[in-house]
């Protein structure tokens, strides 16, 4: 599948999910930030996914990484993730888009996390895991 044609199932998976309208569903849409998105939602989320591409069990870590949401003081010390916090993202996230990731490790406030989570890291994560 093309990067357009899981685009175009993901906007259609977030606008039930979320109870969205799809023309607020960019690639560079925040899911918590512009989409209201919670942790339940997250989850359910998840779920969608596994069923729309047929991917099997999804570990949720694998996607939301719950260590560095929890503030594990080896990833998270006084609010800032830490460079192994970082390098854990990295580590998890290597279907994210570079420049997102890198951007935000240039200030990593673990508030400003959630930029991470936009709809393209979706895209690429299920293209990930269609290509394997």
Do not use: W
Not at 20 to 40: C, G, M, Y
Not at 91 to 108: I, S
């Amino acid at each position: 599948m093309t990067y357009d044609q899981i685009f175009a199932k993901v906007r259609t998976l977030l606008v039930e999910a979320l109870s969205v309208d799809d023309d607020q569903i960019a690639p560079t849409s925040r899911l918590a930030a512009d989409l209201n998105a919670e942790s339940i939602d997250m989850l359910d989320i998840v779920f969608r996914l596994e069923r729309e591409f047929n991917l099997g069990k999804i570990d949720r870590n694998e996607l939301f990484p719950e260590s560095i949401f929890q503030g594990d003081p080896d990833f998270v010390q006084n609010g800032v993730v830490t460079a192994k916090g970082m390098a854990e993202l990295y580590a998890k996230f290597p279907f994210a888009d570079q420049d997102t990731l890198n951007k935000f490790a240039a200030d990593p406030q673990l508030e400003s996390m959630g930029d991470i989570f936009t709809v393209d890291l979706i895209v690429r994560y299920v293209q990930s895991k269609l290509a394997k």
